[in-house]
């Protein structure tokens, strides 16, 4: 195990030193390098992806209760709920599920 540390240490120390003192930067030939057209301006918009614009919901500021009949019943009125339960037949086998009625009326 400690020859596996000290090969690897010996190794990570001449990746550091060798390309350090080895590296140059590389050049093109001057007939391989392109030139920028004269008609064409490269800003940094340009260069840039275009995404679409979202879309914003709008929401109308009416009043609009959360119950069937959607319309005011008006100040007095009062909600009335009949419960009971229900059998449902399931894949799981039938299970008896709540069930709630409601309208409004006048107070």
């Known amino acids: 195990m400690k020859r ?3 090969v690897a240490m010996w190794a990570a120390l ?5 390309p350090a003192a080895t590296a140059r930067a590389q050049t093109a ?8 057209k004269p008609d064409a301006a490269v800003t940094d918009m340009s ?3 275009r995404r ?8 109308s500021q009416e009043w609009a ?3 069937y009949p959607r319309y005011n019943p008006g100040p007095n009125a009062v909600r009335d709920c009949t419960a ?6 399931r894949p799981s086998g039938t299970v008896i599920t709540p069930r709630m009625n409601c309208y409004w ?3």
Do not use: C, D, F, M
């Not at 030939?29 to 920028?36: G, I, Q, R, T, W």
């Not at 009971?84 to 037949?89: G, N």
């Open 47 to 49: 260069a840039q992806r």
């Open 4 to 6: 596996i540390v000290t």
């Open 29 to 36: 030939a001057p007939e391989l390098k392109a030139a920028p």
């Open 84 to 89: 009971h339960y229900v059998q449902e037949y």
């Open 14 to 18: 001449a990746g550091l030193v060798l």
């Open 65 to 67: 209760p959360s119950v």
């Open 52 to 59: 679409p614009l979202r879309r914003v919901p709008i929401y």
């Open 105 to 107: 009326r006048p107070g």
